[in-house]
């Protein structure tokens, strides 16, 4: 569980709602239903178009692994593959067949479905990168529906506010009011650039290292696999895989 | 039939109209000719100075893609493949010959074509990998255009404000003009930021992925049927053309 | 010809100069020597600076080919080169080599010289590969011209109109000054923004499409040049053209 | 110890400390705590919702490396590559066994102790490489956290500023207020801004080019040790070797 | 001698200065020490915080460059080549002996003491390329000091602006300074917007154009050398380099 990113929300919103009362602001007025409603819901729009039904259910699941990123157990990971070196060595391929049914890992069990099944270190290395990229480019897809909506959300939040900009402009005749309508126009601006900068672009940003991670460890695990394949001795297969930890 | 695409639309527009009555504004005053004549006539002159004629067509054509994406029949697809490679085993490869003639999918019967008449697998993969890259290359072409539009319109909006605040400008003698004056000017702003940021920049990113989908699975056909090319068994085209399954 | 583009000059400024009409404002308002001078002179001085004189001269002339792109004839080439892998299979590479002199396209021409000289296959894609290479980037390097204009324009409008706005400033206490000298500012903006986005990026873009185009065409011209080099058969190398066609 | 950074940094500051100076303000002007609350926590949020923690952390201790970057011996490291070599070649590869011990540069000595365990010169290469690839994937991830500072800072800044903007625009029956309190908001813009252009972005650049010094320095070691691994003479490797020298 | 560079310089200045006059502005008007002090110190500083030393000293060395670039003597250096293949072939590679110490170009006389040393083509190519790529890299980064000094300035102009407004703000009582105030403080946005826009990005870019150019022209030579390493005859050789010439 990362905590970083939920402490980092609290010190930026603290930051924003802490500064508005030390400059002597009500809270309240960084409160407003209507500039709400514009920009999140023409953030959300926007998103909608442009984004397949699949991979827009896909970033809303996905949005957990900012606090909770998938398991990446780099050294348990290392210390399994070696043993799976070791046995293939006494046993033979076959003798993994067990260890390939229970392997929780989905990628690793395919990458031992097909070692058990004989397949050449070739063809796995191919198959599996195939699926590889393939994950990769399905997970970068989903990340960048946030790395989007934060790319609208400024320019909508501006859109609220020349809306609200238009609708003073058309009351000039009641001066006392200029003042608070332009102040409620401004909170479409900090609602759009704040919710792409403290939370839909750092958002993008950690699932894209969580996705970048990912894939080097899925890569270290197909390494460890073709390397098995291959027949190596298990001391050069950890001096390989140990390249991979930070 | 991809509805979230229509739906995307209505919530974008929704929230931007909601969001101007909430404020207690007038729809009527987010309506205005001047403004669309300049951010849509500027917008599709820059887009047409900049276009191939042919390559603007089928920009035309492919804004149906967003609501109706082309077929992808991914397991069906996979199934259909395995079918083949049997009967490419059994028949040998001139067993395909009916096959490609009534293959609906022009990629799939090309490809096909290509297998009967006994070009090698390396010749196959050539040939069809220059198509796939013409087309691919020939679809984002037409897809940058909403993209270069969503680029545009933007600062086309802008010329509208600066040419109806110059009016204003020109005007001050009259206050009471001042205050309205500016409120339509601000409107070309909306108009151009508004279409770039809920139509044309969402509908050239929805477009993309439907291209990136339809050349993924393109390379998956291709992959098969240079398979069967190689006389792989239909066991081993099955695993590799998975891979390619989400 | 390509009329797409001129006609798209027409509706751009036909839009922009319509608005301003339907607004109510007067043409001459848009027309201002002082921003003229500012934006073209500092944009075209901007673009010197940067631009070795060879290609600011090929960028002076390419301009012709957004309504005059060098013609590209598709299909009649994948005859013609038909045609020729024929005299090859029948005289011998030798029977080409009045046509090689007689070929009006330079690059064909070159391409056809290497194969009558005897050339091995390796070596023509080699040569022609290094050409074809250097043509584009040349090429690009050019259309480059345009789109860094188009940079420097908007900003350079920028400095017109702050010059402007001091000059206003300075006159502050002759009021009735104020709104026509702001105007005044404020139609450098308009040439600024204008100039790159309804002229300037559009060029440049159109130009690199031209380019895109242009090098997709010789790519094929050169497949089919060292598939004959290699002997194949007409219909193997009708198979390999065929995919460069749209 | 590279002063240039820090002396850029008083030069920086020097600049918009003097130049308010001599236009007659007070440097208390600048001096704001709510700007300093909302720009710095806003930022620092931001950056850590995006960051996983150990990256965090490595980018805090990797601030040190753009005064002390880390030690590029080059020319020194040449000859002790070419010693190696030669050492080699007398005594063999075990030869190096000591050396690969007391070598302190923890790169230079896992290479080493590839060299002297006799593992191919192929792989080597490929460990090596995945090692270099990581080492540089996982400093430029740090790297990137400036970076990525240096893009929100700026635009929490135009948030300080609008949330001040809101707060004046609220108090406008004061007018006596109005300019010392959009005084106070514009310096939030100053420090975001500032923050992003003299401090964030330049620190992320420097340190990016001590990151691709390392690797190439890195690279050059590595292609040493396979040069020694496949047993070239030591007047060919430093040929190889100078060409990485400036 | 590029004297486009030095006339584009004054078109620019011209443009500027000229129109101001035309305005009818005092071009004392835009001469202002704070803004100088500002912009030049800021930019100045935030680029000497990211340049290491060396690559500072050579990018101020390098600005002589975008007047009088590296000679590049394509036909005159093709001749050469073939002449030394002639050498070559008459009196072995030992006849270019004398030539590879006289030869004044450093680039040329390194590839022609690798070729008389008998060192084999693959290598001299494998050497020259770490060094050419060694070079373009620095040369680059170099370049890219002008780069980021054009990304910095119109921000710290923008600085520059925003402390002047404060100043005029804190300073509302006395309404006659107020336009006076402004307009100097926006002399320090034309000096920001102007540095990149009209010397610093237009050098960058031209120093990029010079820095390709003299990147293909070693290439070239590369490839005339390791064509002569291979034995090819003279014919050959001009045919592969000629493809170089525009």
């Given amino acids: 569980m990362d905590v970083l990113t939920l402490f980092g929300v609290m010190v930026a919103l603290g930051a ?5 009362i030390l400059e002597g602001g009500h809270t309240s007025s ?20 442009q984004t397949p039904f ?7 699941k996905m949005i957990l692994w900012i606090v909770m990123p998938p ?20 046993e033979g391929l076959l003798g993994l067949e067990d260890i390939a049914e229970q392997e929780p890992d989905p990628f690793s069990s395919k990458c031992l479905r097909l ?27 989903a990340a960048k529906v946030y790395e989007s909506a934060g790319g609208y959300s400024p320019t909508i939040g501006i859109i609220g506010a020349v809306m609200g900009l238009i609708h003073v402009m058309q009351n000039l005749k009641d001066p006392s009011m200029l003042g ?21 672009l750092p958002i993008a940003n950690k699932l894209k290292a969580v996705i970048g991670r990912r894939v080097q460890y899925h890569e270290m695990i197909l390494d460890g696999i073709t390397a098995i394949a291959e027949g190596e001795n298990p001391r050069t297969i950890e001096n ?7």
């Fill in 71 to 90: 398991k990446i157990e780099g050294e348990e990971t290392v210390n399994k593959i070696i043993e799976w070196s070791k046995i293939s060595r006494k």
């Fill in 180 to 200: 608070s309508g332009i102040a409620v126009a401004f909170v479409a601006t900090i609602y759009g650039v704040g919710a792409a900068n403290l939370l839909l």
């Fill in 115 to 141: 070692l058990v099944d004989g397949s050449d270190p070739e063809a796995i290395r191919k198959i599996m990168e195939v699926e590889l990229g393939n994950d990769e480019h399905r997970d970068l897809m």
């Fill in 240 to 246: 390989k895989l140990l390249a991979y930890m930070p």
């Fill in 16 to 20: 924003i709602i802490g500064g508005n």
């Fill in 54 to 60: 699949n991979v827009f259910m896909r970033a809303s």
């Fill in 30 to 49: 960084l409160v407003q239903l209507t500039a709400f409603v514009i920009v999140v819901g023409g953030t959300l729009g926007a998103v909608m178009v």
